[in-house]
């Protein structure tokens, strides 16, 4: 999701900032990240109920630390986001960029979304997506080259795996 996200938003002009904590700096860049933060120097931000203003909007898909610190961050009336919890489900957090700076928290379930929301939210890209970028973000795996391409530890492994299954020999 984060990854889409960051595709998505950079085609449609928006400047996006990542945080990550791996080495994939190259190819964040690729797909039109501005500014990558590394998640060790995010999580450091303080300990203060408000940080300084730096986002109108966080998507976020790990949970725990970015909610937590991402809310103190939050330019007034700013909205984050919540995709998925990888990291955590909880959070601790603080109130104050609730009432003074009025964030807003929301959270997002596809799982919900109705065919013709999908239909739509799928022409949108299409009609948006300028490059061939997003075939960068995936790849596709053959069920019998599995475990080949699992224990290939020189092969870089960058976005999602879809794993392709001949129905015919199952």
């Known amino acids: 999701v984060g990854l889409i996200s960051i595709f998505i938003l950079s085609q449609l002009g928006y400047e996006v900032d990542a945080i990550t904590s791996s080495k994939n700096f190259f190819e964040l860049k690729k ?10 120097d995010f999580i450091q931000e303080g300990n203060l109920p408000l940080l300084k203003e730096k986002y109108s909007h966080i998507i976020d898909n790990l949970g725990g630390d970015i909610v937590s610190i991402g809310s103190r961050v ?22 104050l960029p609730f009432i003074l700076r009025k964030i807003n928290l929301i959270g997002i379930n596809t799982e919900m979304a109705s065919s013709q929301e999908r239909n739509n939210a799928w022409k949108l890209l299409s009609y948006n997506t300028k490059t061939n970028l997003l ?25 999602r795996i879809v794993l392709k299954i001949d129905h015919k020999k199952i």
């Open 31 to 40: 797909i039109g990240v501005k500014n990558i933060i590394k998640y060790s």
């Open 74 to 95: 939050l330019k007034k009336n700013g909205t984050l986001y919540l995709v998925g919890n990888a990291e955590n489900e909880k959070f601790s957090g603080f109130t």
């Open 135 to 159: 075939s960068s973000l995936y790849s596709n795996i053959k069920f019998k080259d599995l475990l080949k391409f699992i224990s290939n530890k020189t092969k870089k492994k960058f976005g």
